[in-house]
């Protein structure tokens, strides 16, 4: 779920600052956000009070709060359809991903994607003259565009980062090194964002500890039939391909070698 969307988004099992207060599933509630407040509604049941919480519950939401989200998400198209035009019109070359209005202080938010850095002061002035409030840009990656937006992954199962709460962890390559995954090239564990598939954080720290102890691979090990050059490493199973000397290929269990 993207987090800085306030009207009526359903922001996925927040946790609490606020000691000892539950909410139960359905609850609409005022969340402190970064901007400003936020609409959200409890997914889980039941909730109650964790450490380092992802995002501070202030109160719960009354009619009013829920009418004015609702107000605000209405406007959403006709803000959009005025800020295409003043991009068209500047020539900026960014795309537009979604915008809001803020549920207390009435700002608008647009939220954007570009390949580079954005001289959008011009735009901000023009666009802040149509709707008579302060506008804020936010540029955003590919990882929240694609949060935003939804959809499957190549597990035919929907996006991590859209069922998931919470912020987006960091993917790095040796993620990939460590499952050994990444001989397959980049287009083979990139998600529909283009980048790395969320999915491999998963079981990255499992096997960094399976790997430990483990040759690297190419090098040279002694096992009880000679000298020989490691491989392939099979860290679920803990075995070692090694191609001795004389060629013959044998596998054996990490304990096994010398």
Request: proline share 3%; aromatic share 4%.
């Given at each position: 779920?993207?987090?800085?969307?306030?009207?009526?988004?359903?922001?996925?099992n927040?946790?609490?600052?606020?000691?000892?207060?539950k909410?139960?599933?359905?609850?609409y509630?005022i969340?402190?956000?970064?901007?400003?407040?936020?609409?959200?509604?409890?997914?889980?049941?039941?909730?109650?009070?964790?450490?380092?919480?992802?995002?501070?519950i202030?109160?719960?939401?009354?009619p009013r709060?829920?009418?004015?989200?609702?107000?605000n998400?209405?406007?959403?198209?006709?803000?959009?359809?005025?800020?295409?035009e003043?991009?068209?019109?500047?020539?900026?070359?960014m795309?537009?991903?979604?915008?809001?209005?803020?549920?207390?202080r009435?700002?608008?938010?647009?939220?954007f994607?570009?390949?580079?850095?954005?001289?959008?002061?011009?735009?901000?002035?023009?666009?802040?003259?149509?709707?008579?409030?302060?506008v804020?840009?936010?540029?955003?990656?590919?990882?929240?565009e694609?949060?935003?937006?939804?959809?499957?992954?190549?597990?035919?199962?929907?996006l991590?980062?859209?069922?998931?709460?919470?912020?987006?962890?960091?993917?790095?390559?040796?993620?990939?090194?460590?499952?050994?995954?990444?001989?397959?090239?980049?287009?083979?564990?990139?998600?529909?964002?283009?980048?790395?598939?969320?999915?491999?954080a998963?079981?990255?720290?499992?096997?960094?500890?399976?790997?430990?102890?483990?040759?690297e691979l190419?090098?040279?090990?002694?096992?009880?039939?000679?000298?020989?050059?490691v491989?392939?490493?099979?860290?679920?199973?803990?075995?070692?391909?090694?191609?001795?000397?004389d060629?013959?290929?044998?596998?054996?269990?990490?304990?096994?070698?010398?």
């Amino acid at each position: 779920m993207y987090k800085y969307l306030a009207s009526l988004r359903a922001w996925e099992n927040p946790r609490l600052c606020s000691s000892h207060i539950k909410f139960k599933k359905g609850d609409y509630v005022i969340l402190k956000g970064e901007l400003d407040n936020e609409l959200g509604k409890i997914e889980t049941d039941p909730l109650e009070t964790e450490e380092d919480p992802i995002q501070e519950i202030i109160r719960k939401a009354n009619p009013r709060d829920i009418q004015t989200a609702e107000e605000n998400e209405k406007q959403k198209k006709k803000i959009l359809e005025i800020c295409h035009e003043e991009i068209r019109k500047l020539g900026i070359e960014m795309k537009l991903v979604d915008a809001w209005i803020t549920l207390e202080r009435g700002s608008v938010v647009i939220a954007f994607t570009a390949g580079g850095r954005i001289d959008f002061r011009e735009l901000v002035k023009n666009l802040s003259r149509k709707f008579h409030r302060s506008v804020r840009m936010q540029q955003i990656g590919s990882r929240d565009e694609t949060r935003k937006l939804g959809g499957c992954g190549i597990c035919g199962r929907e996006l991590c980062c859209v069922k998931f709460p919470g912020n987006l962890p960091s993917i790095s390559s040796n993620m990939a090194r460590v499952q050994q995954i990444a001989h397959r090239g980049s287009e083979r564990i990139s998600g529909v964002c283009g980048r790395l598939m969320c999915c491999l954080a998963y079981e990255a720290e499992q096997y960094q500890e399976l790997l430990a102890g483990m040759p690297e691979l190419h090098s040279m090990v002694k096992t009880s039939k000679g000298e020989g050059e490691v491989m392939e490493i099979n860290a679920l199973k803990q075995e070692i391909k090694i191609k001795l000397k004389d060629k013959q290929i044998i596998t054996v269990k990490k304990e096994d070698l010398k």
